[in-house]
């Protein structure tokens, strides 16, 4: 029997029309009722293992706009926190980690208390599964997520953001086999993870790979797509049912080889890729989701209208869910989501 | 009669072999050399307007390693410095301008002056072609450059550097006549600029769209690519045998539409570019320049040359210059260049 949820039709190769929707970062400083839960907790990492707090703001958008999927309100970053890398958010100034740069760092790392620690997480996933629509419009179906061991590795290694992660690649090719062995963690601890979010109630998973882009194709195929075909493959075995979404963000030419080489239901296509291209470099009908421009959103009015239109015409007959290229922008107007909803609804 | 310099033949759709060679930011902090010579110099502006000065750097990789092309030192915003924009180079900051915002940003832009407060880099341009060594292996061709407009506005409209460009994309979106109208007056300066080093003895000319990459496809077609035909339009008009290269950073699966539409002679790819793929994508045998990870350069040995040969098997027989995917990290030892043109050569 088909599942009912329009987004696990959609991620599961059906073409549901109008397509599902969901935003990445729904949940977020845009909503002024996330700017009041957030004032309650200490500091971020609180917000995302207090699961009352993290419950509520994971409806937020849904209670606001209905969206065919809630996402879990979490960080990529907790699964070093659980292996007990330190972790703090600063204000304006994103994660700060003790830099990872060398064989005691990998030691370090500790996978026997990942599942005690992401407890408060998984008991969100719990409570927010048994709130959510099931019924009405399309429902609303509960994606959890992680991030991709590259892209994990990458804060992990610089101690933070960087804008080319020159640490991390630097290690990749000076230290292959320390880099595989702290891949590999990282693979191992993702599938333990996002399997235990599974149990929880999680009907979807995605896997964030936001700085696939910065490889060269040689250790794309190394690092990204090989981890993420292990987890794929390994979740499989474990829940068969349940979809993973994929976002090798900036991956370019290499998107048709990312979808058939990991195995993922669905890919996440960033803001830059076009459509039509990227369906062109499918070998099946694998399930797309994406990619508004964020500042098309926050812009507003006819831009908006625009892109958003151009998307949907892109995408008709295809298994698609409507998202953007990359997170909201905290300076949107809560009322041009509404409206982009109001837009592709009536698609 | 076939131009005799490797360079000029290769990005003019000859497939030599093995390919010319030359490296992006070859001129640059990695050298004790250039540190020498900077360090003279009252600030960055002053290197790139004090001919002796910017002439020496300019040439100082090409006595180390021969390669087939000096690229003119410089920097992409000398353009909104000549067209009056205020501009300074903060160690370890990068570039930072007065942002530029609204009309009246637009209305300050005097392209009156522009040819007369470029002309002491005309002058580093007249020099260089005439020290340079016309004969022997392909002889060293000398290549011009420029910011693409788009590029340009980026670093104008936000005043400098940015991870995402948000405040630039915003007025595209929001002031569309406002933005088209920066990047038209842009372009203008642009021809002059690039036409008047040609006259000066540039032989090729590349533009630099390092930012192509956070557009939308919609919005890379209206600001990327119709800029960037019309500046290639214009040039060939005026210097028909003059190749003009291109370098659209991030474009992804938009590269081969920007090769067929703008009319480019070569096409500049990024490191993440897979190049078998890349070439898949070209309607006719346009040359193709790149894509070495800088950081695999910058981690030598084993890493360096498995990535380089990867890149020579996939280009042989094509019309190609190899290159680094982005430029030079300063960490750079520059014996590794060394090895790396060595291996480039014994192709």
């Not at 892209?151 to 630097?170: I, L, N, P």
């Not at 300076?331 to 592709?344: D, H, I, K, R, S």
Request: hydrophobic letters at 45%; aromatic letters at 8%; a neutral charge.
């Amino acid at each position: 029997m088909d599942n009912p949820k329009h987004l696990l039709r959609a991620l599961t190769g059906i073409s549901v029309w109008p397509p599902p929707i969901w935003l990445m970062r729904q949940a977020g400083r845009y909503l002024p009722e996330y700017r009041a839960v957030r004032a309650k907790a200490k500091d971020f990492i609180a917000l995302c293992t207090t699961p009352e707090l993290a419950t509520e703001v994971t409806l937020q958008p849904i209670r606001r706009y209905r969206l065919d999927a809630a996402i879990l309100f979490s960080d990529i970053l907790m699964v070093p926190w659980a292996l007990g890398q330190g972790l703090a958010f600063r204000e304006g100034e994103g994660p700060v980690l003790p830099p990872l740069r060398d064989a005691s760092g990998v030691a370090a790392l500790d996978p026997s208390r990942l599942l005690d620690r992401v407890a408060p997480i998984l008991e969100t996933v719990r409570q927010v599964r048994q709130t959510l629509p099931e019924e009405g419009l399309g429902g609303t179906a509960l994606i959890g997520f992680a991030g991709s061991p590259f892209t994990v590795a990458c804060y992990m290694v610089e101690g933070g953001g960087s804008r080319d992660f020159a640490a991390t690649r630097s290690m990749a090719f000076g230290s292959p086999a320390l880099f595989a062995q702290l891949l590999d963690i990282l693979a191992d601890a993702t599938v333990s993870y996002l399997s235990a979010q599974i149990d929880a109630g999680a009907e979807a998973v995605m896997l964030f790979d936001s700085w696939a882009g910065v490889l060269s194709p040689g250790q794309f195929r190394t690092h990204v797509v090989r981890t993420t075909r292990r987890i794929v493959g390994e979740l499989g075995r474990r829940h068969p049912a349940v979809p993973v979404i994929g976002f090798p963000r900036l991956a370019g030419l290499l998107v048709g080889e990312y979808a058939r080489a990991t195995g993922v239901h669905a890919v996440g296509l960033d803001t830059g890729t076009d459509l039509v291209l990227a369906k062109s470099l499918m070998q099946s009908r694998v399930a797309l989701q994406g990619n508004l421009d964020p500042i098309a959103l926050l812009a507003g009015g006819s831009a908006m209208r625009i892109e958003a239109t151009s998307i949907l015409e892109a995408m008709r007959g295809w298994p698609f869910v409507f998202n953007l290229g990359h997170g909201i922008v905290p300076q949107t107007p809560p009322a041009y989501v509404a409206e982009l909803v109001e837009l592709v609804r009536a698609a």
